[in-house]
Nanobody, 122 residues
Framework: QVQLVESGGGLVQAGGSLRLSCAAS????????MGWYRQPPGKQRELVAV???????RYADSVKGRFTISRDNAKNTAYLQMNSLKPDDTAVYYC????????????????WGQGTQVTVSS
């Protein structure tokens, strides 16, 4: 089994910064893409940023230029550096990873973190 452990959420003022971490552990052969999603109050979950195993990144337009996703493959960990935070960034943030768990079976499966609350006050 695989679990994703998040840390770094909290309450910040507009203009402030936070860094979220997501550490994967368990029966891991390799990790493909890792991503961050968020779900604002009363809205659907949306993709924030994604990073491939090779380091290619994509961002939602609403966070481009303010957020940076990165990963440390040796630590099976992804990060989301969030700068210039706005009240509209308030949401529960979720980590996601595509994980291969078998050396003989090639399929990967998506795993999710528990979610961490980010609240930005004005």
């Amino acid at each position: 089994q695989v679990q994703l452990v998040e840390s770094g959420g909290g309450l910040v003022q507009a203009g402030g910064s936070l860094r979220l971490s997501c550490a994967a552990s368990g029966t891991i052969v390799s990790i493909n893409a890792m991503g961050w999603y968020r779900q604002p109050p009363g809205k659907q979950r949306e993709l924030v940023a994604v990073i491939t195993s090779g380091g290619m990144t994509r961002y939602a337009d609403s966070v481009k230029g303010r957020f940076t996703i990165s990963r440390d493959n040796a630590k099976n960990t992804a990060y989301l550096q969030m700068n210039s935070l706005k009240p509209d960034d308030t949401a529960v943030y979720y980590c996601n990873a595509g994980v291969r768990t078998s050396s003989t079976y090639l399929s990967s499966y998506n795993y999710w973190g528990q979610g961490t609350q980010v609240t930005v006050s004005s």
